[in-house]
C-alpha cells in the first residue's frame, strides 16, 4: 500500500482525507510540482524547490514546511514507497487550506494543505524510438502560466484535444507564436539553431528545459530564447518536447505533416542522450 504524506503525517495513501472546504478542491487554490526520483535519487531537487518557492511566493503562500523539510519528506517517501531501484516520481501539491469559501485569503492562521506522494513511473522509451505526433491549439491560458497552479483546465482540455486526435501532445498557439505543449516545453531546430519560447509570464520554465538548454550549449549546438511561429513550422527541422516525465520526446508529425526527414532528427537525439547521461549518471543508460 502506498504511504503519503499530508500535513504533518504519514499515512496510507487510503486513509488520507481532506475537508471539502479545501481551497485546492474549491476554487484550484495551489501549487504543484512533479519530480523525477532515479534509483532513489531526486533528479534536480534544488531547480524543482526554486520554481515551488518562487510559485508560493507568486500566490502569497506560506505553509509550515520549509523547502528543507519538503525534501527530508520526499527522501522518506522513496524509502518508504521501495524506490530506492528505477523510475519514480515525487507529486507534491500545497494549496490555501480548508476554510469557509470566500474569495479572498481565508484567516492568516489557516493551515496550508501540504500532500506528497511517490510511485512508479515508467519511461516512455518505445515513443521516443519512433517519435510521436502533436497537434496545435489555441492557448486558451491566462497571463501567469509560469506559476505552477493546479487550476490545470486549460491544460486538461488540450491534453484530451490531443487524446482524441490519437496523439500524444497537444502545442498551445498564442496569437501565432509555438509556446509549449499541454504538460511539456517545445523547442524546434531552425536552420541549424536550437530555438524555444524565452522564459516569461507566457510558459512554464520547465526544469528539463533549462536543463537542454545547458546541455545544448554543452554540446556545442547553437540555441536561442527566441519565439517562432506557426508559418515557420513546414520549414523546422526537428521539434522535439521536454518535461519530467517525457525526458526529450521527438516529435516526428506535427498537425498530420511531417517534421523534417520524418523520423527523430540528429541534435533532438544527441540532446536526449545527452540528458541521459544526467538522469543516469551512476547506472547505465535505460535501465
Ligand atoms: N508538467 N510546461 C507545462 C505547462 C507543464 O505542465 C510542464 C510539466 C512542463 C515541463 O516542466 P518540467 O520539465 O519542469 O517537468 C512544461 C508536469 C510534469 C505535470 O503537469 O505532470
Known amino acids: 500500500m502506498p504511504i503519503i504524506y499530508l500535513n504533518g503525517s504519514f499515512m496510507p495513501r487510503e486513509e488520507a482525507k481532506l475537508s471539502i472546504d479545501d481551497r485546492g478542491f474549491i476554487f484550484g487554490d495551489g501549487v504543484y510540482e512533479v519530480t523525477r526520483v532515479v534509483n532513489g535519487e531526486l533528479f534536480e531537487s534544488g531547480r524543482h524547490l526554486t520554481r515551488l518557492s518562487r510559485g508560493l511566493a507568486d500566490i502569497r503562500l506560506d505553509p509550515v514546511e520549509s523547502l528543507a523539510d519538503i525534501e527530508d519528506i520526499s527522501r522518506r517517501l522513496i524509502a518508504d514507497n521501495a524506490l530506492g531501484e528505477g523510475e519514480g516520481t515525487i507529486y507534491l501539491q500545497i494549496t490555501r487550506g480548508a476554510a469557509p469559501r470566500t474569495h479572498h485569503f481565508p484567516p492568516a492562521d489557516t493551515r496550508c494543505t501540504v500532500f506528497l506522494s511517490a510511485a512508479k513511473f515508467t519511461v516512455p522509451h518505445d515513443k521516443r524510438a519512433t517519435g510521436v505526433s502533436v497537434v496545435t491549439y489555441p492557448d486558451i491560458r491566462w497571463s501567469r502560466c509560469d506559476i505552477k497552479t493546479v487550476n490545470l483546465i486549460p491544460a486538461v482540455l488540450a491534453k484530451q484535444f490531443a487524446v482524441d486526435h490519437g496523439v500524444f501532445e497537444s502545442i498551445f498557439v498564442r496569437g501565432s507564436a509555438v509556446m509549449e505543449g499541454s504538460h511539456t516545453n517545445c523547442f524546434g531546430v531552425l536552420d541549424g539553431e536550437l530555438r524555444t519560447y524565452p522564459s516569461s509570464n507566457y510558459i512554464l520554465g520547465g526544469v528539463t528545459r533549462d536543463v537542454v538548454i545547458e546541455l545544448a550549449k554543452e554540446l556545442g549546438v547553437p540555441v536561442a ?3 517562432f ?7 523546422l ?7 519530467t516525465t517525457t525526458d526529450v520526446m521527438p516529435v516526428v508529425e506535427i498537425d498530420g505533416k511531417p517534421v523534417g526527414s520524418g523520423t527523430p532528427g540528429p541534435i533532438t537525439r544527441r540532446l536526449y542522450e545527452a540528458l541521459a547521461a544526467r538522469l543516469y549518471a551512476r547506472v547505465p543508460a535505460g535501465r
Open 229 to 235: 511561429h506557426v508559418a515557420d513550422i513546414p520549414r
Open 237 to 243: 527541422e526537428e521539434f522535439f518536447v521536454t518535461g
Open 225 to 227: 530564447e527566441r519565439a
